[in-house]
Each structure stands twice: as structure tokens, then as C-alpha cells.
């Protein structure tokens, strides 16, 4: 099994910065891509950002060049900035099988408990 934690979630106003994190645990977490997913009230969840296994980086448009995947060791970050009010919900982190090579649902095998995210 994969264990994943986030943390860092909170309030801030329109333009706010927010870093969270989420620890991966489990003897197969290498196995999988890890990545960002989110989701706002009465919407579907959406892929927000993944790292591949390559290493390249995948992220969601309406959050290029404002939010940052990074990894270090076994936590998965995501470093957001100029954030708006859209950008609220709750944000889970994810272990998905790397030969997904879109960012979206598609066989998502964990999912961390969600931490949420608001702007206002």
C-alpha cells in the first residue's frame, strides 16, 4: 500500500502564495507518478499538476505559470502563486500509474485525504 499525507493547505486573499505537501509513504511508492489533483465545490475533480517518470512535468492550463510541482525525497510539493479565487477546493494528492501520459483520472491506484484551499 501507499500512504499519502498533505499538508499546507489555508485562506489567503486573491494574489496569495501557498505551498503544500504531501508526504509518500509506502514500499511501493516508486512504482507510481505522483501529482496534484483538485477539486471545487459541485465540479469534478481535475488534474492540477504530475511528475512523470521521466521527470517531465505536466500541468493543468489554467495553472501554468503560477503553480510549481517539485519533488524531494519521498514529499511531493506544489508551490502556488498569484493565486485566485477559482484556484479554491480541496487539493489531494495522488499516486497514478506513470503510463497514464495525460493529466487526468485515469487509474489513480491512491489518493491522499484532500487538504483544502481556499482564496478569497
Known amino acids: 500500500d501507499v500512504q499519502l499525507v498533505e499538508s499546507g493547505g489555508g485562506s489567503v486573499q486573491a494574489g496569495g502564495s501557498l505551498r503544500l505537501s504531501c508526504e509518500a509513504s509506502?514500499?511501493?511508492?516508486?512504482?507510481?507518478?505522483l501529482g496534484w489533483f483538485r477539486q471545487a465545490p459541485g465540479k469534478e475533480r481535475e488534474g492540477v499538476a504530475r511528475?512523470?517518470?521521466?521527470?517531465s512535468l505536466r500541468y493543468g492550463d489554467s495553472v501554468k505559470d503560477r503553480f510549481i510541482i517539485y519533488k524531494d525525497k519521498n514529499t511531493l510539493y506544489l508551490q502556488m502563486i498569484s493565486l485566485k479565487p477559482e484556484d479554491t477546493g480541496m487539493y489531494y494528492c495522488?499516486?497514478?500509474?506513470?503510463?497514464?501520459?495525460?493529466?487526468?483520472?485515469?487509474?489513480?491506484?491512491?489518493w491522499g485525504q484532500g487538504t483544502q484551499v481556499t482564496v478569497s
Open positions: 509506502g514500499y511501493t511508492v516508486s512504482s507510481y507518478c
Open positions: 495522488a499516486a497514478q500509474d506513470c503510463a497514464v501520459q495525460a493529466l487526468g483520472m485515469m487509474d489513480v491506484h491512491y
Open positions: 511528475i512523470d517518470s521521466d521527470g
